[in-house]
Structures are given as structure tokens and as C-alpha cells.
């Protein structure tokens, strides 16, 4: 495993420990990690059944749409896929 920090509001930090225990977790940090796996999973498995998506979010950073642009786009389709 690579150690990595990251910045998290404090609500958001004492929510998780709160939960964490509740899932059956030992502690907020592997809650974390299942969490991300999960997301990840998901975007992955996304990128694969459309993976013009991933060739098209690329040209878009090379040309300058800005991140927050483009994450904001992709949160929305990934809502609207129901």
C-alpha cells in the first residue's frame, strides 16, 4: 500500500467515523478506501462499455477545459444513467 494525505472537511471526517462502526468497519480509513474502490470500480466499468468517454475527457484537458469542468460533466452523466 502508498500512504497519501488528504485533505477532508472535519464534518465530513467525524461523519465517517460515526459510520465506519455501524458498516462493520475497524475504523473511518478502510471506509474510506472501500468507498473510493467502489467509485472507482464503477467509473471504470463505465469507461469500459464507452471508452470514446476516456479518449474525449483527455483532448478536453489537453485543449484547457478546466478539471472542476469536467468533473462536474461527468458527475452528471453518471447521475443521469440512472
Known amino acids: ?3 497519501i494525505s488528504i485533505r477532508m472537511p472535519e464534518d ?3 461523519d465517517l467515523k460515526r459510520v465506519a462502526p455501524l458498516l462493520g468497519f475497524s475504523g473511518y480509513q ?6 473510493i ?3 472507482l470500480r464503477e467509473d471504470l466499468e463505465r469507461l469500459d462499455r464507452n471508452p470514446g468517454l476516456e479518449r ?4 478536453l484537458r489537453r ?3 478546466d478539471e472542476e469542468v469536467l468533473s462536474s460533466a461527468l458527475a452528471e452523466m453518471k447521475a443521469t444513467e440512472g
Open 56 to 59: 474525449l475527457v483527455e483532448s
Open 12 to 14: 465530513v471526517v467525524e
Open 63 to 65: 485543449q484547457g477545459v
Open 30 to 35: 478502510p471506509l474510506i478506501r472501500a468507498y
Open 1 to 3: 500500500m502508498t500512504t
Open 37 to 39: 474502490g467502489q467509485g
